[in-house]
Nanobody
Framework: QVQVEESGGGLVQAGGSLRLSCVASGRTFSRYATGWFRQGPGKEREFVAHISWSGGSTKYADSVKGRFTIARVDAENTVYLQMNRLKPEDTAVYYC?????????????????WGQGTHVTVSA
């Protein structure tokens, strides 16, 4: 059973930075993609970023491009989401998810394994 766990959320002022971490255990597949999604208050879950199994391919939502960076560190079995120049509209629960088929998709429905989420609050 694959388990995904996020950490690193918190309260930060606008313009500040946070780094989220995602660790997966129990993985039995080799070529997978990891995605970050978020769900703000009263909003639907939306795509933030994804990264390929090798780390060589990444994609970002337009709303975070240039401010967020996704990276995979295999030695730590961790995918990071570095979030800079945060805005109040970035306030959300952030979820990490894994697609064992490695499709690198922006669609949440195509990710099989999800964490419980970590809260990010950006104050004005």
């Amino acid at each position: 059973q694959v388990q995904v766990e996020e950490s690193g959320g918190g309260l930060v002022q606008a313009g500040g930075s946070l780094r989220l971490s995602c660790v997966a255990s129990g993985r039995t597949f080799s070529r997978y993609a990891t995605g970050w999604f978020r769900q703000g208050p009263g909003k639907e879950r939306e795509f933030v970023a994804h990264i390929s199994w090798s780390g060589g391919s990444t994609k970002y939502a337009d709303s975070v491009k240039g401010r967020f960076t996704i990276a995979r560190v295999d030695a730590e079995n961790t995918v990071y989401l570095q979030m800079n120049r945060l805005k109040p509209e970035d306030t959300a629960v952030y979820y990490c998810a894994e697609d064992p088929w490695g499709r690198e998709t922006i669609h949440a429905s195509e990710y099989d394994y999800w964490g419980q989420g970590t809260h990010v609050t950006v104050s004005a």
